[in-house]
């Protein structure tokens, strides 16, 4: 048996909560290198050279040109600054890139790789076991174990995750009234009766062409144990023009030339 809830934003929300609240689709904030804040700025340069280690341990030259990064700013992870970092032009075949989890008050700093000139690691980071750890490290389990409640922002901690496998996912809060995602489900939450377990599922739609579906699967703590991404092709939409069908409309026509045949009385 499982129960279905639905929430347009996972739960209630705070009005100065970084999700975009009076739309859909929504997304987790970005902050560009400019604008982040001083206490963050300070963490990360604070810790910018075990970074540089860190990221050379998974074959990123910090060093190199080139190199850009911008700020996600999750609620999730009071206790890290996520930054996603980009090198377009890594390599003639594409970019590079990764996300860093810099501690805000000292402590280990976590990469996880997700491009290496335009290429995928061995497994994609959002399939990576390595990535689920990281994420039920760098989220506090008592702040999961509230967000994964019915009444928690549970799309919010699936968001998270998709940003720290380097993923901008901007998901349906609600079904769309777009007839190209009309197979896209908006945020779900589904609650299992006879077990623990928890799946929350989003559907991303900032790609052109089609939309994935995001699978989480969390126990009651908020611990992230599964994660399945699918994709699907937009539905196709066939435009049929109106018009006149063709041929030639006439007017003013005779009266239909006949007669009327009664039937014969039945003899008694």
Request: charge should be positive; charged fraction near 15%.
């Amino acid at each position: 048996m499982i129960a279905l809830l639905l929430s347009p934003l996972g739960g209630t929300a705070q009005v100065d909560s970084l999700l975009t609240q009076q739309q859909t689709p929504f997304h987790l904030r970005q902050v560009d290198r400019q604008h982040i804040s001083r206490a963050a700025q300070a963490a990360i340069a604070a810790s910018w050279n075990l970074l540089k280690q860190k990221a050379d341990f998974f074959g990123y030259n910090l060093s190199a040109p080139g190199w850009h990064y911008v700020q996600i700013e999750s609620p999730d992870t009071p206790g890290y600054v996520m930054l996603q970092f980009h090198r377009p032009h890594a390599t003639s075949t594409g970019a590079s890139a990764f996300t860093a989890l810099i501690p805000r008050h000292g402590g280990n700093v976590w990469v996880v790789p997700v491009l290496y000139g335009g290429a995928i690691p061995w497994k994609s980071a959002s399939s990576m076991k390595y990535t689920r750890e990281v994420f039920n490290h760098v989220v506090p389990e008592s702040l999961a174990r509230t967000s994964i409640r019915p009444s928690g922002n549970w799309s919010q901690l699936g968001l998270t995750f998709t940003s720290l496998a380097g993923d901008d996912a901007v998901v349906l809060s609600a079904p769309s009234n777009d007839l190209k995602w009309i197979k896209a489900p908006g945020a779900t939450l589904f609650v299992g009766t006879r077990h623990s377990y928890r799946t929350v599922e989003l559907s991303d739609v900032h790609q052109s062409g089609s939309y994935r579906v995001w699978d989480f699967t969390f126990d009651a703590d908020g611990r992230l144990k599964a994660v399945h991404v699918s994709t699907h092709a937009n539905a196709k939409i066939i435009r049929v023009p109106t018009q006149t069908p063709p041929g030639t409309v006439l007017s003013h026509l005779p009266e239909p030339q006949g007669k009327v045949i009664h039937p014969a009385p039945i003899p008694q």
